[in-house]
């Protein structure tokens, strides 16, 4: 009897979690409802360890010791981000806060600092760190 159960209970375990759907990637169980950034390590690390808006920032001269300075005094926030601004409308506050974004990446290339994040799609395109030098800058 034993012999019997493992003959025929053994292959149809075997062939069910074979057609379960179920892989082990990036550490995960990842299954037909898992989202693949969960499976993918490197999509994974992109979206979850992403550098900050500050990280994105090297100096010229290759001296980074006061990034974290400058990025505050350029009106960044200590953590590495730009706060938003509340406006009375959505359209209000994402301009107000794309100028504010936008005034603190022309202050970093006033103090010297080159920007070194992609300058791939849409919004990061229109980045002023993205556009060609003006010539009186």
Known sequence: ??????????????????????TIGNGRICGP?????????KAYDALFRSPSSMEKWQEVSGRNDIRQQDWVACGGLPG??????????????????????????????????????????????QYPACQSPKPNR
Do not use: H, W
């Open 1 to 22: 009897m034993n012999m019997l159960v493992i003959r025929t209970i053994l292959p149809i375990i075997a062939i069910s979690s074979m057609f379960s759907g179920c």
């Open 33 to 41: 409802q898992t989202p693949m950034v969960y499976c993918d390590k």
């Open 80 to 125: 590495g981000g730009v706060a938003g601004i509340s406006g009375g409308t959505s359209k209000e506050t994402a301009d107000l806060s794309s100028k504010k974004f936008d005034g603190v990446q022309l202050c970093m290339m006033d103090k010297g600092y080159k920007y070194t994040g992609t300058c791939d799609g849409e919004i990061p395109s």
